[in-house]
């Protein structure tokens, strides 16, 4: 809570409020109900392990990296490297954006100071599709979870479920 209301305060100060502590900020936010329990919305985003696995047993994100270049048909093997996420919200996406961070190639430009680092687009491409498929995964489906299928050539983001508008309407873009 404390990350994200640091991140909050940095964008839109007054909706962190600083002169709340969490548990008024979560009141103050909408996420808790009567007697202070917590909103499923609450839990996914800041629960603990044992509350969380009541909400969203099966996980978050199911994150599998395949060291071979994608092809058509299934691959004759699941997975060289999997990361199953079952942390919250938070800590899944920081989890997420750090596992980007050390798959995609880091480019560096020379500065005045010497070496810095820079965001590839592929980086921000990533993390705009990683934070899409966190907004819109069903967490009324407790027992499926989105997948991540990270090839050599390219990335493949699944959420579960069905989509209410037909693909052809989907490819042609605008608001569905």
Not at 65 to 88: C, K, S
Not at 110 to 127: C, H, I, K, L, P
């Amino acid at each position: 809570i404390k990350w994200f209301r640091g991140i909050l305060a940095g964008r839109h100060p007054e909706r962190a409020r600083s002169d709340l502590d969490d548990t008024a900020w979560l009141v103050e936010s909408g996420l808790t109900r009567d007697r202070g329990l917590l909103t499923n919305a609450a839990v996914l985003l800041f629960g603990r392990d044992r509350v969380l696995a009541r909400v969203k047993p099966a996980g978050i994100v199911d994150f599998r990296v395949i060291e071979d270049a994608w092809a058509e048909g299934t691959p004759a093997h699941r997975w060289d490297d999997r990361e199953l996420f079952e942390d919250n919200l938070v800590g899944t996406l920081r989890g997420l954006f750090e596992r980007a961070t050390r798959l995609l190639p880091q480019p560096f430009a020379f500065e005045q100071e010497g070496r810095s680092a820079a965001r590839s687009t592929d980086f921000v491409a990533v993390r705009e599709a990683l934070v899409n498929l966190l907004a819109h995964q069903d967490y009324a489906d407790r027992n499926r979870t989105a997948r991540v299928l990270w090839f050599r050539d390219r990335v493949f983001f699944e959420n579960p479920g069905d989509s209410f508008v037909p693909l052809a309407q989907m490819l042609e873009g605008g608001v569905s």
